[in-house]
């Protein structure tokens, strides 16, 4: 077996296959492989059909390698922003299961949890600027920002402050130190509430990563690859990334807005696509009790006309 222990239950497995209505012959797209749980389902169901898988982390990808070898599945190591560029037909179906991985969280090195003590990296695809790179480097400012708009944190200014203060003795190095001012910062009362370090660390998560642009350019990208009836299923994991796709598929099923006393439409809105599920489908108790990640999902499923 693969060296790389990539264990990562799959979130709402048999709701995403019942939605994407796989066609044996048919063309699938998994934006977010991963560990793969979902993909090796799709791919099951397929006799002449066609899987691309996407990741942007070379270890899900290598993991994925492995797991899916002996299916027809084509692995791409790569943004789902860019998805259209590596993809020259239209599919029937796109599956984006976003947000982090399980192995990504458990492995201390890539430094995405409060709970493990690593280097602050956060970087999915290991390029670019790291969250170490971001807190040492910013302005109070623009982190506060950061935590303000990608975590809502109330706190966003003082804890921006605290590690600005706290960088000219010593460079924020660690995911302990970045929580140890986080505790620092926030109040006691609303310690008891919550992990104050949760809003702190998914804000730098979805700045390292550019989350909400790629979110976007991922929808747009999966939209444009659709055929006709093709099927578009997101499963977030936060209100703010919810918001974007909820927003995207409303757009996209809405049509003529003008009043009905014009005489021609001048909104030019036209309607691309049927939203399956008006309340977006959830985990059961049963799921979140033997997998507490699966909490806070959300799969919502709209369909091109
Ligand atoms: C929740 S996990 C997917 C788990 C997968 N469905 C499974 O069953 O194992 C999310 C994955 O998406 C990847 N990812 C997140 N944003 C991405 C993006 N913009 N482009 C490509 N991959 C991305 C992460 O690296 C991570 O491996």
Same mark, same amino acid.
């Given at each position: 077996m693969h060296n790389i222990n990539f264990s990562h239950t799959p979130v709402l497995l048999n709701e995403v296959i019942n939605n994407l209505n796989?066609?044996?012959n048919g063309t699938y797209i998994d934006a977010t492989v991963g560990g793969a749980g979902h993909a090796i389902e799709i791919a099951k169901k397929l006799i002449n059909g066609k899987l691309f898988a996407f990741d942007k982390d070379p270890d899900a990808i290598s993991f994925s390698k492995e797991k899916l070898s002996g299916y027809s599945v084509a692995l791409i190591n790569e943004d789902?922003?860019?998805m259209e560029k590596f993809v020259n037909e239209k599919v029937d179906g796109v599956l984006m299961d976003l947000g982090v991985s399980s192995h990504q969280l458990d492995?201390?090195?890539?430094?995405?949890?409060? !709970?493990k003590n690593g280097p602050l990296d956060m970087r999915m695809s290991k390029t670019g600027e790291s969250a170490k790179q971001i807190l040492n480097f910013k302005s109070a400012k623009e982190i506060a920002n950061i935590l303000k708009i990608y975590?809502?944190?109330?706190?966003a200014f003082k804890i921006a402050n605290e590690i600005v203060l706290r960088r000219t003795y010593?460079?924020?190095?660690t995911t302990e130190d970045l929580a140890n001012i986080i505790r620092g910062v926030v109040p006691f009362k609303f310690k008891?509430?919550?992990?104050?370090?949760k809003k702190t660390f998914q804000a730098i998560r979805i700045a390292v990563n550019n989350e909400f642009l790629n979110l976007k350019k991922g929808l747009n990208s999966a939209f444009n690859l659709l055929k006709p009836k093709g099927r578009l299923l997101v499963i977030s994991f936060h209100s703010l990334e919810d918001k974007i796709v909820k927003n995207f598929y409303k757009d996209k099923a809405t049509g003529c807005i003008c009043s009905?006393?014009?005489?021609?439409?001048?909104? !030019?809105n036209v309607k691309k696509a049927n939203?399956?599920? !008006?309340k977006p489908i959830t985990p059961n108790d049963d799921e979140i009790s033997k997998n507490?990640?699966?909490?806070s999902a959300k799969l919502r499923v709209l369909e091109k006309l």
């Open positions: 796989i066609q044996p789902f922003a860019n492995n201390a090195k890539r430094g995405f949890s409060y !709970k975590g809502e944190e109330r706190f010593k460079a924020i190095e008891r509430q919550k992990n104050p370090c009905k006393n014009f005489p021609i439409c001048v909104c !030019k939203i399956l599920n !008006k507490n990640r699966a909490h």
